[in-house]
């Protein structure tokens, strides 16, 4: 077995998040909510929306590059890759105005909560193997988050 490029190691650890080891799930959201508020101070409005988008398309597709990769040697959805958090905590951060620190928490919270419950087919596709299957639950999950951010906005 060939041991995974530092690269993969990089990407699908979320810069070393993924190491972690009380809950590397909630580190990789985390390090990817501070990045979306760090990237609020400089970009606001749809700069930062699509800022967003670009780092869920960009590491979504790194993410299921460096997750194929690991997979070989560390197992399936291993626990250590968790650029899937990463974007699928960018998706509802989409639809949160820069600076907004608390609807940036309630947008991790959701994520957190539908990723770890994983109703609504979200653990059909967390039962699925293969790199794209580990990338794709976590997807629903923000998908899901961001619908519930869109309702509080309209709401509120």
């Known amino acids: 077995m060939t041991r995974p490029s530092f690269f993969a190691i990089l990407i699908g650890t979320g ?5 972690w080891p009380w809950g590397p799930g909630t580190a990789g959201a985390l390090l990817a909510t501070l990045v979306w508020l760090a990237a609020g101070c400089f970009v606001q409005g ?3 929306a699509l800022l967003t988008l670009g780092l869920c398309i960009v590491f ?7 997750t194929a990769r690991l997979m070989p040697a560390w197992g399936n959805d291993p626990k250590r890759v968790v650029v899937d958090e990463m974007v699928g905590v960018w998706i509802p951060l989409l639809a949160v105005p820069a600076l907004s620190w608390p609807l ?3 947008a991790f919270v959701l994520f957190r909560f539908f990723d770890i419950a994983k109703p609504l087919g979200i653990r059909a596709l967390d039962r699925r193997v ?4 580990v990338m794709a639950d976590d997807i629903l999950a923000g998908l899901y988050s961001l619908v519930v951010i869109l309702l509080t906005q309209w709401v509120t």
């Open 60 to 66: 979504g597709a790194a993410g299921t590059w460096a």
């Open 15 to 19: 810069f070393g998040s993924g190491f």
């Open 46 to 48: 749809w700069a930062l």
């Open 104 to 106: 940036a928490l309630w």
């Open 130 to 133: 293969g790199a794209f299957w």
